[in-house]
């Protein structure tokens, strides 16, 4: 038998020689040797040799791995023990010996010294239980009072939607008149005309301070716009061979001017230049010549330069109202032709490079005869040149005559033009969290020849002051409007409100599908006497500005839009819009658009406490109104205030024009206006009581989508009543029942309604007229048609 497997490497072999010893008589001892045996390498055959030496060497390489690998964990594992074991006796163990202990030992003695105190009132676990409770709801007041608990005071909302009077009480405490005047004495440090360095710099101070007011959404959007520039002018008048030369300077310079030189004309003083005044001239033989008509400013520039057109002057001057006692002032208005369309002289209705551009001589929107502006002594050298020959407007002022009399003008104007000149505007926006496919703008003038502390640069102080405080309440209280909010700084106004059209005619499909109401705030100024604010607002938006409630003791008068500005381009495309405006700056007077229309001025008046108060609410009704606008959870259209302003209106214009026109069928598709407006108003009374009243504040999902429904189809109104062609033409402007008439001046405020029925009834066209007026009875009809398809889609 065969024993194998023995780890000592023993194989004993009974009764048996080894090879080595084959051919030996000596036999094996019984007993087991001392020592084991010794082998002879010899009886290892070379085939088992090399087995083995290979088995060797592969045992030797993972013999000589192994401890490698063993030494290193060893070391790792010693560090390891090593540094807890410091951690322990240098900190754990002092922690626990000197301060945990400790605490443990007087939290004993404490608790003992409670229960043997306890144990002779009552119960202590009893009584534990009640301290447990007093302090636990201690505790949970004072966070409560303190406003680290979200509730509805401290997030600023009243279930599901914003609470207005606590927002509105946070921003009055917030409401920052040193930064209002700190913007508003960089705004006016220098003349910052469209195109120019001085807007450069205050397009980057707007655009850094939308940036830092951390608006989610900045950007600059450049545009090219035909503009011009002052270079040459020059003006010399000639009586009886005598010869006076007028000083001319860089505020006698009208932006939008057309270059043309004239010499040896008549002088014709044509007092406001309406047409009423050119008639009077032209009945008297006044104007048979060749003349350049001198004209005091009037409310529309550009209508007094297409009158001066029609009546063949072949040059025109302006004379500018003194300020207090200095009458040196010269304003420097634009008069680019508004009546045709806004924007870009050489793109008329379209953007940029999408049909060829005209040619500067064929475009409405520039005059056809030059223009000067010239101060109030300027003006009064000119007529006393005139003597008192001619027709009498008023104590010596004489409208001059042609022939040997006369006063014989020599006159230049040669600007600087840029055919495609860069404006831009600045765009912010806050984003909305509900339907934030609808959106209002917020929008104010930048740009001007002049440094403009009152006219645009009060506006665009309180835009950003604007800014700040929605941003403020961000912070404050988490809020977001429910629909988007855009701020807008508009460039390029002052040649024919550039910015704001090409961006318009850029974005125009998204603006009319976003945008229900433009808000713009230009025209706001400091109030230094009455609380008195001028709203020009779509009817729709007539009794939200009109009520008292939210005004802020203003005496706020509203009415139609009978205005051009940078809001034209969008009601012009069926975009309600509100312009906001001080008597003082509607007005238009001196020292808006002159030199003298520094900060000092306003720095002055801002030292008195009245004007300042006066300015913060002013800030505060801005700030409300705009709130609600964008944060209502039903938009604040008024279908039944809206209806009765167009009756007045038809009837207005029946009671002028009733025996020539038709109205068959006006009185129908008001009454379909009518039935619209009391399903609104019983939706929405219904949906206050169910929600505000009834539920306080939480709104049924299904309400929600009736909702933002009704939401939409109001925002659809005044879009669906704009015609493709728009008004004969002036196919600019798409919005046929509120828009400008050609001829507006003499009569406001009913030249800014049925502007296609008016402008054929001033000529004299019937046809015209009644086409025009079927049109927008259709248009109405129609409107109210698809407002009562959409019941359910609430896509659209």
Known sequence: MRFTGISNGYDRVCDEETEGNAGSNQETSASIPINPPEYDSSLINNEANLSNSNNRAMEQMDLEDAPQENNSDERLFDKMFHFRDRISNNIVAPVRERIVDPLVQVTYIISEKIDYYLNKVGNPLILRRFFYVFLMSTIAYLVMSSGLMPTERSTGTKGMFSDFDILLDYTKAEVDLSKLETDLQYLSSMPHMSGTQGDWAIRNYVAESFSNNKLKFVKETE???????????????????????????????????????????????????????????????????????????????????????????????????????????????????????????????????????????????????????????QGSKLLSLLGDTGFKWKENEYSGEPGEKSVRIDMKVNAATRKKHPVHNVIGKIEGREQNDKAIIIAASRTNGINGATYPAFGTAVLLSLIQSFQELKYKFGWKPLRNIYFISFGGSEFNYAGATELLEQQLITIKNEVYSVLDISQLGLVS????????????????????????????????????????????????????????????????????????????????????????????????????????????FDITDYLQNLADQFRSLAGKFGNELNFVGAQKALLSWRAIGLEWSAWSDGWRNIVYNRDEGLEPSLLSVHRWTWNKKLSNIVRRQCSATGVPQRQFYKNIIFGPTLWAQDTVPESWVFPGVRDATSNGDWNAAQQELDAVIRMLEESAALFMEETTDVGN
């Open 223 to 377: 545009f090219t716009a035909y503009s011009n520039y002052y270079n040459e002018a020059s003006l010399k008048a000639v009586k009886n061979g005598g010869e006076t030369i007028f000083e001319l300077t860089e505020s006698n310079f009208n932006p939008s001017c057309t270059n043309g030189e004239l010499k040896n004309m008549n002088l014709i003083y044509g007092n406001t230049g309406s047409m009423e005044d050119l008639h009077i001239l032209k009945e008297l033989g006044m104007l048979d010549e060749d003349f350049i008509l001198l004209v005091h400013y009037g409310k529309v520039v550009s209508e007094q330069i297409l009158l001066a057109e029609k009546f063949d002057a072949k040059g025109i001057l302006f004379i500018t109202e003194p300020y207090g006692d200095d009458k040196d002032v010269v304003q420097k208005k634009s008069v680019a032709i508004h009546q045709y369309w806004t924007g870009d002289a050489l793109t008329p209705g379209w953007y940029g490079g999408v049909l060829p551009e005209i040619k500067p001589q064929e475009s409405k929107s520039l005059p056809r005869i030059p223009s000067l502006p010239l101060s109030w002594n």
């Open 529 to 636: 006497s009455d609380k008195k604010l001028d709203v020009q607002s779509h009817p729709l938006l007539h009794n939200f500005f009109g009520n008292r409630q939210d005004s802020f003791g203003f005496d706020v008068s509203v009415r139609n839009v009978e205005q051009y500005g940078d809001w034209t381009p969008f009601m012009a495309s069926g975009i309600p819009v509100s312009v906001l405006s001080t008597p003082e700056i509607l007005d238009s007077k001196p020292p808006i658009d002159t030199s003298k229309d520094v900060f000092e001025k306003f720095k002055k008046l801002l030292e008195s406490p009245d004007v300042r108060q006066k300015t913060s609410d002013l800030i505060l009704y801005i700030f409300k109104s705009s709130l609600k606008l964008a944060d209502s959870p039903l938009l604040p």
